[in-house]
């Protein structure tokens, strides 16, 4: 059975860096297009960045230039580098599978286009 297992959140001061994981298991995921969510208590799922099949990236815009998304295909691993953090990245971050190789930024954003989810990462920003 497919599963993705998030890892590497945690408590980091605001300006500081964390970097997720998430390990993709029960198949390979290289033909798949990962993404990253995220969801903050009282507000709805947001897209924070995805990376397509071809290593094609997007980002939103309120994390474009700090955060940056990445493949291990060997390791079928995703992660999510994240600097500058503010308190407003306070979130559960989600890592998320979609078997549509490409998309647009628009469709991309839409956790309904989404096949696979993790069970989420706990980020916290102390300011």
């Known amino acids: 059975q497919a599963q993705l297992v998030e890892s590497g959140g945690g408590l980091v001061q605001a300006g500081g860096s964390l970097r997720l994981s998430c390990a993709a298991s029960g198949r390979t995921f290289s033909s798949y297009s990962m993404g990253w969510f995220r969801q903050a208590p009282g507000k709805e799922r947001e897209f924070v960045a995805r990376?397509?099949?071809?290593?094609?990236?997007y980002y939103s815009d309120s994390v474009k230039g700090r955060f940056t998304i990445s493949r291990d295909y060997a390791k079928n691993t995703v992660y999510l580098e994240m600097n500058k953090l503010k308190s407003d990245d306070a979130a559960v971050y989600y890592c998320?599978?979609?078997?549509?190789?490409?998309?647009?930024?628009?469709?991309?954003?839409?956790?309904?286009?989404?096949?696979?989810w993790g069970q989420g990462t706990q980020v916290t920003v102390s300011s």
């Open positions: 998320a599978a979609d078997r549509s190789p490409l998309r647009s930024l628009s469709s991309s954003m839409s956790s309904a286009n989404y096949d696979y």
């Open positions: 990376i397509n099949w071809n290593s094609v990236t």
